[in-house]
T-cell receptor, first 116, second 111 residues
Framework: DAGVIQSPRHEVTEMGQEVTLRCKPI?????LFWYRQTMMRGLELLIY????????DSGMPEDRFSAKMPNASFSTLKIQPSEPRDSAVYFC??????????????FGPGTRLTVT | LAKTTQPISMDSYEGQEVNITCSHN???????ITWYQQFPSQGPRFIIQ???TKVTNEVASLFIPADRKSSTLSLPRVSLSDTAVYYC????????????FGTGTRLQVFP
């Protein structure tokens, strides 16, 4: 498997524009996670899905952020409108169900977002 | 979720053994201890996980005392490529799938 795939790897946009980040989890994984990493706040969990259903979105900073998982192989994180304070590296991760005995979260390479 | 405390940074030299200790005083009965490694410009990567006593794999060892209020990640004979940030996480993998990443320990290995 190619691992978790994220696109784009880098995104530069202007304040007010809509940004869509994409993630393809590892095939067969039941869980998908979206994280954000900044120097100031470290690595924060934004939202996670189990079998395509959002389970906990308490980490989503505000209504400008939304995430969807229309099928088991694709998820998006959308920011509309974007603001300079959204600049960060956004990671997607996936994992098997805990009952499998494999508790590891497999992270993608991240998308570096810069909002000017 | 149990809060963890670990040193902000550590320095070492190639070939030395590095021990990074993590404190988790309010660890719950069902919690496991997990360590991740993150290189610059990459996502975190799983290193090792344990519940009690000692766990060893090809990369590291994890020592957990009987009271489980702390744990120590041991990296034998580090090399320059071990320079990274190391995160200690505590949680119940069966009841929550959220991993709370703290600030981590930034390990710098010198030649």
């Amino acid at each position: 498997d190619a691992g978790v795939i994220q696109s784009p790897r880098h995104e530069v946009t202007e304040m007010g524009q809509e940004v869509t980040l994409r993630c393809k989890p590892i095939s067969g994984h039941d869980y998908l996670f979206w994280y954000r990493q900044t120097m100031m706040r470290g690595l924060e969990l934004l939202i996670y899905f189990n079998n395509n259903v959002p389970i906990d979105d308490s980490g989503m900073p505000e209504d400008r952020f939304s995430a969807k998982m229309p099928n088991a192989s694709f998820s998006t994180l959308k920011i509309q409108p974007s603001e300079p304070r959204d600049s960060a590296v956004y990671f997607c991760a996936s994992s098997l169900a805990p009952a499998s005995g494999d508790y590891e979260q497999y992270f993608g390479p991240g998308t570096r977002l810069t909002v000017t | 979720l149990a809060k963890t405390t670990q040193p902000i940074s550590m320095d070492s030299y190639e070939g030395q053994e590095v021990n990074i200790t993590c404190s988790h005083n309010n660890i719950a009965t069902n919690d496991y201890i997990t360590w991740y490694q993150q290189f610059p410009s990459q996502g975190p990567r799983f290193i090792i996980q344990g519940y009690k006593t000692k766990v060893t794999n090809e990369v590291a060892s994890l020592f957990i005392p009987a009271d489980r209020k702390s744990s120590t990640l041991s990296l034998p004979r580090v090399s320059l490529s071990d320079t990274a940030v190391y995160y200690c996480l505590v949680g119940d993998p069966y009841n929550t799938d959220k991993l709370i990443f703290g600030t981590g320990t930034r390990l710098q290995v010198f030649p």
